[in-house]
């Protein structure tokens, strides 16, 4: 019997390369893209006529709480929820226990990946002022995609509220630092003055407010401007910050979320509950219209989900006592597929912000681009299919999304990692072998 000349072959979809979309085949052998153009046999052949073959696409901002909260999230719950999304791989944050702050948390972490993953994986180590001068070897350890700054909402030694404390780690290293802007100081003294004695969840964006992410922003890209450094911006929300990150790309790239571009309030607070709570705040319609035009003229280089899962029963407290986050890695890709639907932005940008802004901000080796000798990573999708997102579908162990109950256009139908189909319509098949994602550093 003659040999196959390739191991899967991709046939006939819509296939988006970097200079635009063409309708050809896609050939893999030994888990990379050896061929695209006609292909003529292979031992496993998938027709993907009326389908979009994207290169796979990466979620930059999860959180799966392994290890410490099990409870809510573990590595494989949340990396099943990712497969199911259209996600080949994530990068996870250093907020679990014991703190991703040392090269042993680290190391526990990619074992858990290697032992339990349904996708690719690297992992954000935590940066601190105790830490700050073992960074510039650490940040090259294997399966880092970058250093992590709270500078407001976090707990223990992340938090690095002061400058002196941000600065320790802006000084420290080369790779990019991812940041969580929001200034304590600022939402300690809001807390008093606004937030007061109020158990209403629709004052979030007002104690969390503008100013608080604002200055938080201008303090960190000025002090990476000091220092020649790379800082990334995580889940803008604000109209004021994207004036001003328009005028600093040559320092500061920039994320947003899909809850902002969908959600606003004060409709999601009334409408969700607590549900809606996240940091920083889903905002009023005019910063969910500014966030658009930032996708829209360039600003953003990435949408992510900032998966933070909580129990539904940890979620129905009463506000303010209530933990902020919602899941978001499986319904990241649907939500996007359908505001492209909707003309809202391109599917083209779609690939943009999911993968190739992810190469360019994290510097990814052979992955997310549909090109010969990369990693066989596709992320295939029916952009006309109509779903209903439901919390009984969500692989997380939080059991529910902020999108239970909404009709959307477009869904992943199959994720390829490295040549083998983890999810089709739907269903998880055959785990792979998940590997941490390497970087050109």
């Known amino acids: 019997m003659p040999m196959s000349d390739y191991d899967l072959i991709l046939r006939g979809g819509t296939v988006f390369l970097p200079n635009g979309r063409t309708n050809t085949d896609v050939g893999v052998k030994k888990g990379k893209i050896v061929k695209i153009g006609t292909c003529k046999s292979a031992e496993t052949v998938?027709?993907?006529?009326?389908?979009?073959?994207?290169?796979?696409?990466?979620?930059?901002?999860?959180?799966?709480?392994?290890?410490?909260g099990e409870h809510k999230e573990t590595i494989q719950t949340g990396t099943m929820s990712a497969a199911l999304g259209g996600?080949?791989?994530?990068?996870?944050?250093?907020?679990?226990?014991?703190?991703?702050?040392t090269p042993e948390a680290l190391e526990h972490k990619i074992k858990r990946g290697t032992d339990t993953a349904y996708t690719d994986f690297a992992y954000y180590f935590g940066g601190t002022f105790e830490n700050s001068k073992n960074l510039p070897s650490w940040e090259k350890l294997d399966g880092v995609c970058g250093i992590k700054i709270f500078m407001g909402a976090s707990t223990g030694n992340l938090l690095s509220a002061?400058?002196?404390?941000v600065e320790a780690v802006v000084a420290n290293g080369n790779r990019v630092i991812a940041v969580h802007a929001e200034d304590e100081f600022l939402m300690n003294e809001n807390k008093k003055t606004i937030l007061k004695d109020s158990n209403d969840v629709g004052m979030h964006c007002k104690w969390r407010d503008v100013n608080s992410s604002l200055n938080a922003t201008k303090r960190v890209v000025g002090l990476a401007k000091k220092h020649n450094r790379h800082v990334h911006v995580l889940h803008i929300t604000t109209a004021d910050e994207m004036d001003y990150l328009r005028n600093h790309k040559d320092t500061a790239t920039v994320e947003v979320l899909p809850n902002h571009l969908t959600f606003h309030a004060p409709e999601c607070y009334e409408e969700l509950g607590t549900l809606a709570q996240q940091n920083p705040p889903i905002r009023e319609k005019h910063h969910q219209e500014a966030l658009w035009q930032a996708i829209n003229d360039g600003t953003v280089d990435i949408v992510a989900s900032d998966h933070a899962p909580h129990t539904l029963e940890?979620?129905?407290?009463?506000?303010?006592?209530?933990?902020?986050?919602?899941?978001?890695?499986?319904?990241?890709?649907?939500?996007?597929l359908d505001h492209a639907a909707n003309g809202k932005?391109?599917?083209e940008r779609i690939v943009e912000l999911m993968a190739y802004g992810p190469i360019k901000v994290h510097k990814l080796k052979n992955k997310c681009l549909i090109s010969e000798n990369y990693d066989a990573d596709f992320t295939i999708?029916?952009?006309?299919?109509?779903?209903?997102?439901?919390?009984?579908?969500?692989?997380?162990?939080?059991?529910?999304?902020?999108?239970?109950?909404?009709?959307?256009?477009?869904?992943?139908?199959?994720t390829i990692i490295r040549g083998q189909i983890v999810m089709r319509e739907g269903q998880l098949l055959d785990k792979i072998v998940a590997e941490p994602i390497k970087f050109n550093i």
């Open 314 to 336: 940890e979620k129905s407290g009463i506000y303010p006592n209530t933990p902020s986050g919602t899941p978001g890695v499986q319904t990241l890709l649907p939500i996007m």
């Open 381 to 414: 999708v029916d952009p006309k299919v109509s779903h209903t997102i439901s919390n009984s579908e969500q692989a997380s162990k939080s059991g529910w999304t902020p999108y239970d109950g909404k009709k959307i256009t477009g869904m992943p139908k199959m």
């Open 87 to 101: 996600i080949v791989g994530i990068f996870e944050m250093p907020n679990t226990n014991p703190l991703t702050t």
């Open 46 to 68: 998938i027709d993907c006529s009326n389908l979009f073959i994207f290169p796979g696409l990466i979620d930059t901002q999860c959180h799966f709480r392994e290890p410490g």
């Open 162 to 165: 002061t400058d002196e404390e």
């Open 345 to 347: 932005l391109s599917y």
